[in-house]
């Protein structure tokens, strides 16, 4: 089993920027795909990116792509997502989460397991 905690959100004008940390649990941690997610009221829940357990290859949703830029150290069990350029429509509540088992590559929402308790980011006009 993986805990999940997410930190780092916040309150920023648009074209300012954050960066979200998610600090895994377990010993195998550094094993697993970490994505990060975001839902707004009313909207499933998306994926944001995605980083592969060696850091080798990542995934980022085209409206993030340039802006928005995922990486680990593994040494810490700790993901990041770095945010520049943010715009209002990225206000939303960001998780991040880990498939049901290492060493599974995937971008699908389904097949993510575990899940943070999610930090709000809000980005205003």
């Known amino acids: 089993q993986v805990q999940l905690v997410e930190s780092g959100g916040g309150l920023v004008q648009a074209g300012g920027s954050l960066r979200l940390s998610c600090v895994a649990s377990g010993r195998t941690a550094s094993s697993y795909t970490m994505g990060w997610f975001r839902q707004t009221p009313g909207k499933e829940r998306e994926i944001v990116a995605a980083i592969k357990w060696s850091g080798t290859h990542t995934y980022y949703a085209d409206s993030v792509k340039g802006r928005f830029t995922i990486s680990r150290d593994n040494a810490k069990n700790t993901v990041y997502l770095q945010m520049n350029s943010l715009k209002p429509e990225d206000t939303a509540v960001y998780y991040c989460?880990?498939?049901?088992?290492?060493?599974?590559?995937?971008?699908?929402?389904?097949?993510?397991?575990?899940w943070g308790q999610g930090t709000q980011v809000t980005v205003s006009s």
């Open positions: 989460a880990v498939p049901a088992a290492p060493y599974i590559w995937t971008t699908v929402l389904n097949n993510y397991r575990y």
